[in-house]
């Protein structure tokens, strides 16, 4: 079943912005950390940002200066700011929820939108 739901990948030039976006239930939002990881092709999935209930943040190295990670908590949703998109921001950017739980963590992943940085 889909828990989480992505939006607002697409094409863009290089230098350009998006803003990605990822709504989840209530009961996900509101207990999780949530986060931004990406998969470019030829890859692995690698992390780009999170964000714990309380609005701390954490950063990939190649996300920090250009990307922000924020959260609504009223809509559920948490958001990816993306500025000075390089082509090598190119990939599939997941939507997750991680928690911590007795026997160990349980995460959870959207299905994804494809970002494309391009000339």
């Known amino acids: 079943q889909v828990q989480l739901v992505e939006s607002g990948g697409g094409l863009v030039q290089p230098g350009g912005s998006l803003r990605l976006s990822c709504t989840a239930s209530?009961?996900?939002?509101?207990?999780?950390?949530m986060g931004w990881y990406r998969q470019a092709p030829g890859k692995q999935r690698e992390l780009v940002a999170t964000i714990a209930p309380g609005g701390r943040t954490n950063y990939a190295d190649s996300a920090k200066g250009r990307f922000t990670i924020s959260r609504d908590n009223a809509k559920n949703t948490v958001y990816l700011q993306m500025n000075s998109l390089k082509p090598e921001d190119t990939a599939v950017y997941y939507c997750?929820?991680?928690?911590?739980?007795?026997?160990?963590?349980?995460?959870?992943w959207g299905q994804g939108t494809q970002v494309t940085v391009s000339s």
């Open positions: 209530e009961s996900i939002f509101a207990t999780n950390v």
């Open positions: 997750n929820a991680d928690k911590v739980v007795a026997g160990g963590r349980y995460t959870r």
